[in-house]
């Protein structure tokens, strides 16, 4: 309906304006907001006239004064704000019904359960409070950090008739069992002579180095001390990117004891490169800072599902320390922290506690890969060059000698130093592989059974 068009007639036909006024329309009455709904409402019953050359319009003798041409725009801005209140009802209402479906979408009403997403829920109907998912990390935060501890190491030196300990060093751990073992990374306490340990609560004690194993990058200290929390492990395989990552340690020693630091799972299986080949590890935008080595790298759940180990602060030519801190020169990054998977860990943790070592089946050599570039240049077959034989070892009594160059194992090509550690690593203590050996342009087979590791411990 074509509204200021029939505005205009309702004023043309009706308007007193247009005749002779009288006394009586001098004093107008005022509208009510009622008065104007109805008129609007009665003006959308009304059809259009539908033939124009048969009305019959008055004639329309605008008065030519102020008075008359006042009135008339009094008249119309009632009709206007009538308009502008029965639109502002009608958008109310439309508002209110949005507003009352979004509130019952999202379970607020009364009897109603909101949704939240089961991974970020709170620990237990104990830890539930009005503020949801923003209590998740201080519950964590209480559950994890009594058995979070601060390491501090010291060496050794003899000054004349006494023995003096000079500090080298500081990490952090995570008590895992009541009676008193405790994981930390091996760099945190290699070389150390005295190994002290420290609680939250301000307990302290000294440390037995229960075992070490600097392939995995892992220690196993025990304290004795009563009534002591301990930390719950969880599964790593589970763990997705995107998942939530709490780390908790000692940044900087002691000023910074019980630090609590938060992120993201940002990544699985990174390959970083150590002194005993790859190593994979779980990445993580937590900030983790010297002193955060040892600690635990924690899910939702409030579950250690890694050991904090690497911060990787540049990219260059240089990475001597792949379980401290890279200091090579190079392209700067931030926010690509590392963490040993507990289920990688787990292991080497029992082995630790049972033997006081780790027991792996191993050849007795040492080697290194033959590149294509390597092969071409030095007229070598691709494959893993023996360095060196140990004494008494399974190679050495299999007839290996330094200076051949391993091409297959059981069957397969060796391509480099990893695939050789693959393949071995497949295998247990006592296992008998074939290992194809070329010698001065020569090749042949010999059977090779290996040993365990703690031979040469």
């Known amino acids: 309906m074509d509204y200021d068009k029939d505005f205009e007639n309702k004023i043309e036909k009706n308007d007193p304006e247009n005749v002779v006024p009288s006394q009586k329309n001098e004093i107008e009455a005022e509208y009510t907001v009622e008065d104007a709904s109805q008129e609007i409402l009665k003006a959308e019953e009304q059809q259009p006239e539908e033939d124009q050359n048969t009305a019959i319009h008055p004639k329309v003798e605008f008065r030519n004064n102020k008075k008359s041409l006042g009135k008339m725009a009094k008249r119309f801005r009632r009709k206007m704000l009538a308009s502008f209140v029965a639109v502002a009802l009608v958008a109310a209402l439309i508002g209110g019904g949005v507003t009352g479906a979004v509130m019952k979408y999202y379970g607020t009403g009364t009897g109603s359960t909101p949704q939240v997403v089961t991974r970020y829920l709170p620990l237990s109907d104990t830890e539930t409070s009005s503020n949801g998912i923003l209590d998740l990390i201080p519950n964590i935060y209480k559950i994890v950090s009594p058995a979070v501890v601060e390491i501090d190491t010291n060496v050794a030196y003899t000054n004349g008739y006494r023995t003096e300990y000079v500090p080298k060093g500081s990490g952090s751990g995570f008590i895992i069992g009541s009676d008193g073992y405790i994981v930390t990374n091996n760099h945190v306490i290699d070389g150390a002579s005295k190994i002290t340990v420290k609680l939250l609560d301000g307990r302290s004690a000294e440390a037995k180095l229960i075992g070490k194993d600097a392939r995995t990058d892992l220690a196993v200290l025990k304290i004795n001390l009563p009534n002591l929390p301990v930390v719950k492990l969880g599964d790593s395989s589970k763990l997705q990117p995107g998942e939530l990552a709490i780390a908790i340690g ?19 299986n ?47 030519p240089s990475m001597q320390d792949p379980f401290g801190l890279f200091q090579s020169q190079g392209t700067p990054v931030e926010g690509m922290g590392f963490a040993i998977p507990i289920n990688e860990a787990k292991p080497i943790i029992e082995q630790i506690i049972k033997r006081g070592y780790v027991e792996r089946p191993m050849m007795g050599i040492g080697a290194q890969t033959i590149t294509k570039q390597d092969a071409a240049q030095y007229n070598l077959p691709v494959g893993v060059y023996v360095a060196q034989v140990q004494p008494n070892s399974a190679a050495e009594r299999a007839g290996i000698q330094p200076g051949d160059v391993i091409i297959k194992v059981d069957g397969k090509n060796m391509t480099s130093f990893e695939d050789l550690q693959s393949v071995i690593s497949s295998h247990k203590v006592g296992d008998v592989i074939n290992v194809t050996i070329w010698r001065n342009g020569k090749t042949f087979t010999v059977p090779v059974k290996l040993q365990s590791s703690a031979n040469f411990q």
């Open 270 to 316: 990174r390959n970083l490169q150590s002194d005993y080949g790859p190593v994979k590890l779980i990445q993580t935008d937590a900030a983790i800072n010297p002193g955060n080595s040892g600690g635990p790298l924690v899910n939702s759940k409030a579950e250690v599902v890694g050991i904090t180990s690497v911060k990787l602060t540049s990219t260059g």
């Open 250 to 268: 000692n940044p900087l020693g002691d000023s910074f004891a019980g630090t609590v630091t938060a992120g993201i799972i940002s990544g699985l």
